[in-house]
């Protein structure tokens, strides 16, 4: 599901969507508890912008418990488990007019007149561009000050003035951290290439690009010779800056000698919607086709890359687990291939603890009624998958977790947007979508269904990695999907890393990216059969023959 980018370069954790959730779980059990429900409805009004024409966006309101503090000049209401969210989409609202905003029709955790009185902090955010629900708020959005309403008492005639003052400004110490990261990436250790995709610019109708970094190996510039070459993809959340960020630390255990000198292409696989995942998709675009046709082509023009199977690899994490899976599945003449980490589920007989194709299947209860986990620490439930969808429905039309895999996974609707593969309001699944599902993107049943065509190319290059208590429960699917390729004898290779999770993963005697060292050892072995490279522990690793291995 998710690996954060650019803003998170220490470690794997929670999209800030379904951390969100979990609070909000926390506090509906904290908060809702001393709450009495009202009929009367709470109002905000809020104040349109001062600027050059009419505005557009999904408008949000915060609320939190506030502490009575009057400083409150420069902060800003960032989601905390006392920090309740409404929503209204908005259209041309015309400089400095004013509108009225019900709290209560489209909220989370509940209708704010559910709250009990006492003093709270308010602020509005207009989200311009539609990617609250992925990126959180941007420098192009629109905020006011954080209002204190003290002795609040939702539900009464009173209607706060929130009015939408300023941009959002950018945390000078990221842009200062990204701009000495960019700085970073010189020349002779990584390029950025944009390429504008044929194939994608015309299904979109505007041009349309691919985007990556290539971290070129130690020793890059005086060899003559050709290299492996990886296919790395982030997870939910992540974007072009965090692979620059994972593209950089990798470049150094290559220097180091921890990893084998191979090229590593860092791709950006975000959009407005989610997470394209490489995939071709009637929604998304033909992703799939455009990197394999096109933008590989095309790099392997530009640099020394082993343009054959063995020298094309694929590895990623959460989501970017699942599109390496799907890309050597899909084009196993391509690849040869994957190593994918604690990958979104490949089998939907177990999707985040569901069966979609179970009779009557629900995403929010388990046929006794309870609540669908979704998300674990320490053994414990800490959001259930009701939580995490309604969240995003208040937060915005797409780019969240699940609207993602509908914008990849599902067929299009009349209206043109994708189908819903399950009910927003009791969570019951739709049986005709999940057969669309199943048939193009059920990665168990493609293999299964199809394996005398693509069983040659794929037998023995499908790996996965996975911990016994990944946060998302992933490792239930990746046993059922682990199953079906032992039935067709296709040679697998899991693990079933023992009590790890979503975010430890990699992590091995507190360096948290040692997996990578062990992963691209056996690329190498892949991509080099017969030749050896040598760790050399602070220094740059060397290549020698060898006969055998």
């Known amino acids: 599901m998710v690996v954060q980018g650019a803003r998170m370069p220490d470690r794997l954790r929670y999209s800030r969507v379904l951390l969100m959730a979990a609070m909000a779980a926390i506090l509906t059990a904290q908060v809702c508890g001393q709450a ?30 506030g502490s009575g503090d009057t400083e409150l000049e420069n902060s800003e209401l960032h989601f905390s488990p006392d920090t309740w969210v409404c929503a209204r989409e908005v259209r041309n609202l015309a400089p400095d007019s004013t509108i009225e905003m019900d709290a209560d029709e489209i909220a989370f955790p509940r209708p704010f007149s559910t709250l ?19 990126r959180g708020r941007e420098p192009q959005d629109w905020v006011s000050p954080v209002v ?26 990221h842009a200062a951290a990204l701009a000495k990261l960019k700085a970073a990436a010189t020349a002779d250790v990584a390029k950025y290439e944009e390429f504008e995709s044929p194939l994608l610019t015309r299904f979109w109708g505007r041009p349309m690009q691919i985007k990556a970094w290539v971290i070129l190996p130690p020793g890059y510039g005086g060899s003559t010779e ?67 046709t096109e933008f590989i082509p095309h790099l392997e023009q530009k640099f020394r890359m082993d343009a054959k199977p063995t020298g094309r690899l694929l590895t990623g994490h959460s ?47 388990k ?101 016994t208590a990944d946060t998302f429960y992933l490792d239930a699917s990746a046993r059922a999907f682990e199953a079906v390729l032992k039935r067709l004898d296709a040679q697998p290779h899991f693990t079933f890393a023992p009590d790890r999770t979503h975010f430890n993963l990699y992590e091995e ?35 020698k023959s060898r006969k055998g291995k």
């Open 148 to 173: 204190m309403l003290a002795g609040w008492k939702p539900g009464n005639r009173e209607e706060p003035l929130l009015s939408l003052e300023r941009r959002v400004v950018e945390d000078p110490q």
């Open 116 to 134: 009990p009185v006492g003093i709270y902090e308010a602020q509005a955010l207009l989200d311009v561009n539609h990617n609250y629900n992925y």
């Open 36 to 65: 009495v429900a009202s009929p009367v409805h709470t109002f905000f009004r809020v104040q349109a912008p001062p600027s050059d024409g009419p505005v557009s966006g999904r408008l949000l309101i915060f609320v939190k418990a």
């Open 367 to 467: 046929a006794d009624g309870s609540p669908v986990p979704v998300a674990r620490e320490n053994g414990k439930v800490v959001t259930t998958m009701e939580d995490l969808a309604r969240l995003e429905d208040v937060l915005g039309p797409y780019g969240g977790q699940m609207a993602s895999f509908e914008w990849v996974f599902s067929p299009r609707s009349a209206s043109g947007a994708p189908e819903r593969m399950f009910d927003r309001a009791t969570g019951q699944v739709h049986p005709e979508v999940m057969d669309y599902w199943r048939d193009h993107y059920d990665l168990a049943h493609i293999v299964e269904s199809t394996w005398a065509q693509r069983g040659p190319e794929l037998k023995g290059r499908i790996h996965l990695i996975v911990g």
């Open 226 to 292: 050709p290299y492996p070459t990886v296919y790395w993809m982030h997870g939910f959340g992540g974007d072009i800056n965090g692979a620059l960020v994972y593209g950089l630390r990798l470049y150094e255990r290559m220097k180091s000698g921890k990893m084998p000198p191979m090229i590593w292409v860092m791709l950006d696989e975000s959009l407005p919607q989610g997470t394209h995942e490489f995939a071709d998709s009637v929604n998304d675009g033909p992703w799939g086709a455009a990197l394999t």
């Open 509 to 543: 005697d507190k360096d948290k990216m040692a997996l990578f060292d062990s992963i691209a050892e056996q690329m190498w072995d892949v991509a080099r059969p017969g030749v050896s490279w040598q760790k050399a522990a602070g220094g740059e690793g060397k290549q």
């Open 319 to 365: 989501s970017g687990g699942w599109a390496t899976l799907q890309l050597q599945i899909n084009y196993p003449n391509i690849f040869g291939g994957t190593w994918s980490t604690s990958p979104d589920p490949s089998d939907f007989h177990a999707f985040s603890n569901v069966d979609l194709y179970a009779p009557k299947a629900n995403l929010y209860r």
